[in-house]
């Protein structure tokens, strides 16, 4: 079927398939509760000290973080968090933004910020920053992909799904204006899309 309301007409290329994603997906999981369970396991008496507390940034992140929590055998709770980077029909990342408030309970917690890609690093850097002020116990952060450019690679972050070239993509919960995200494959687009 090929209608202007189709999604498959626009895409160039899949970058990653879906089982990749899935698989990685699986042994992120896996690895990021061992760590935090390591950690939350030597948390002192009080009560909610040592929680677990995922802060996942929309809405990039919706797709991974539901995956990745259904492998994550942990009580932990979620705070998401807006952050805008890039409004509307444009490739380029700008100054990210906090568009929402930042958790105000995180001392002394274990948290674990969780984002779509990592690109400029301005978000993760920014998210990162505004949560330690609060002096949690760990802040760690973890993104389903990040790009090889330098300012990319010279961010700190814990855990990534997988290095991708510098090229824009969407579907696994990324978007370009807003749609794509629903597309299970990460993707490339045609250039007469963008
Ligand atoms: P950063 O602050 O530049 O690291 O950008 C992070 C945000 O920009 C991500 O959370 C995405 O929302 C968006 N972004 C960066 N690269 C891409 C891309 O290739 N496709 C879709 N969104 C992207
Ligand atoms: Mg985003």
Redesign the pocket.
């Known amino acids: 079927m090929t209608t202007s309301i189709g999604l498959q007409d626009d895409i160039k290329s899949v970058l990653i398939d879906r089982d990749r994603i899935a698989a990685r997906v699986r042994e992120l999981g896996r690895e990021i509760a061992a760590d935090l369970e390591a950690d939350a396991q030597r948390a002192p008496g009080d009560e909610h000290a040592g929680e677990i507390i995922l802060v996942p940034?929309?809405?990039?992140?919706i797709i991974f973080v539901a995956d990745l929590i259904r492998g994550m055998p942990l009580k932990m709770r979620i705070r998401v968090l807006s952050?805008t980077?890039y409004a509307g029909a444009t490739t380029q990342s700008k100054e990210a933004t906090l568009a929402s408030e930042i958790p105000p309970d995180l001392a002394g917690k274990h948290v674990l910020i969780v984002?779509?890609?990592l690109d400029s690093g301005k978000?993760i850097r920014l998210v990162r920053e505004l949560i330690q002020t609060q002096q949690p116990a760990s802040v760690r952060a973890c993104v389903l992909l990040r790009k090889t450019i330098p300012e990319a690679l010279a961010t700190p972050c814990d855990y990534i799904g997988f290095d991708i070239p510098d090229e824009f993509v969407v579907g696994a919960g990324?978007d370009y204006d807003g749609y794509y995200r629903n597309l299970p494959d990460l993707c490339t687009l045609r250039p007469e899309v963008l």
């Not at 940034?57 to 992140?61: E, M, P, Y």
């Open positions: 940034i929309l809405t990039g992140s952050v980077s984002d779509d890609i978000t990324l």
